[in-house]
């Protein structure tokens, strides 16, 4: 059938016996001729093969042409006379192999002291991840951070400064307490007490509906005696955000906090410009900058959780930038929420004045812990009750 629609194509239409032996070069026309008018003809031929998918590698005729691993484009930036040119470079893009599990649920951590059953998982990170654990002899529910062997080195540090935290009161400083600390299977184990959810998740289990000032107040209270604490001993935290401001119990001590996760801590006496530490959102500028940098910065982030609180929503789209921070301070004079009594008003009016303490450009205007502990916001009396 083929082999004829060729020998219909190449004699123009004709069938008879004449024409084919003709264009078969029976009659002396160039083979050259011949052969022109053969590879036009199988043009549209070949060209519905590649149409369907064939393969000619594999002779496989396929609908469907085979998947490609996608690529992604790496970009480079090269400063040139005349600008920046832009170059892209194809990077292939590898399969991700799931790292194999080291802990499961039901296995056992056992440090020299201790044993604790594997519950569930409460979290994970770069970092490794925070277990629920059961210690087998007490019955007591403990949270245990699993630190990545390639970490070894921050986790050495982090049992440092927590080592250094106990020279405090835990509970009276609102600061998560340390328990223990030992090696399996080359991870590292650090032992604390569990506590209820996160500020952040509570938020978001309330559709991050904004707090009363009153509540805030409750919370802002127990973050300055934290902070103050810290600051005592010559330590900053870091990583002050809603994730790590723990609600010990929500139902049965509503509002009561402890500061958890001293990994990026480090001391003030110690601590370089140009360190890179601090959630982005919460970043201070002196962060930002490079600058020489103290316990302020801890303050900085306490002011955005403070208008997170407040507004139920992050003070700028995760991006720190003090002319977005400063406009949007300025926003309590609109709270757009119905009316509030002279007491409500009263009370909003000094949040917002500590607020604005707290987010100063310079850190040496910057309130402090004690200082803010004093502010009238903290020492007000009026709806002190929730």
């Not at 078969?24 to 053969?38: A, C, D, E, M, N």
């Not at 040139?80 to 292939?92: C, D, K, L, S």
């Not at 328990?179 to 559709?207: A, N, P, T, W």
């Amino acid at each position: 059938m083929l082999l004829h629609w060729l020998v219909l194509v190449c004699s123009g239409g004709k069938s008879n016996s004449s024409v084919v032996l003709y264009h078969l070069g029976k009659t002396g026309v160039p083979r050259s001729h011949i052969y022109f008018q053969l590879l036009f003809a199988l043009l549209p031929f070949f060209l519905l093969l590649l149409c369907c998918g064939f393969d000619f590698h594999s002779a496989v005729l396929s609908r469907h042409r085979k998947k490609e691993k996608m690529s992604t484009f790496q970009v480079h930036s090269k400063s040139a006379a005349g600008g920046t040119r832009i170059q892209f470079e194809m990077v292939p893009k590898f399969k991700r192999h799931r790292k194999k599990e080291r802990f499961l649920r039901a296995d056992t951590l056992s440090s020299p002291v201790n044993t604790y059953k594997i519950h569930k998982v409460l979290g994970q990170g770069v970092y490794g991840k925070v277990v629920e654990c059961k210690n087998v002899d007490s019955k007591e529910k403990m949270a245990v951070k699993i630190v990545e062997r390639n970490l070894s080195a921050a986790a050495v540090k982090e049992v440092s400064i927590l080592k250094n935290l106990r020279q405090l009161d835990e509970n009276k400083n609102n600061l998560v307490r340390f328990v223990e600390h030992f090696q399996q299977k080359g991870c590292s184990c650090l032992v604390f007490e569990i506590l209820d959810m996160s500020l952040y998740d509570f938020l978001k289990k309330r559709s991050f509906n904004p707090l009363r000032v009153s509540e805030m107040r409750v919370i802002a209270q127990q973050m300055l005696v934290a902070l103050n604490a810290l600051k005592s001993i010559g330590l900053i935290h870091g990583d002050i955000k809603p994730d790590n401001i723990m609600l010990v119990n929500h139902t049965a001590q509503p509002f009561k906090i402890k500061l958890i996760d001293f990994g990026l801590a480090h001391s003030a006496s110690k601590i370089t410009a140009g360190t890179k530490i601090q959630a982005v959102g919460y970043r201070a500028p002196e962060v930002m900058l490079g600058c020489p940098m103290n316990e302020a910065i801890d303050m900085w982030s306490l002011g955005c959780v403070l208008a997170f609180m407040y507004l139920g929503r992050h003070l700028y789209p995760l991006r720190c930038e003090y002319e977005s921070m400063r406009i949007l301070v300025k926003m309590h004079a609109t709270t757009g929420k119905g009316e509030r009594s002279d007491t409500e008003a009263e009370d909003t009016r000094a949040f917002i004045s500590l607020l604005k303490h707290i987010l100063q450009l310079y850190p040496a205007k910057r309130i402090d812990p004690r200082e803010a502990l004093g502010h009238h916001f903290i020492t007000l009396l009026l709806l002190k009750k929730l």
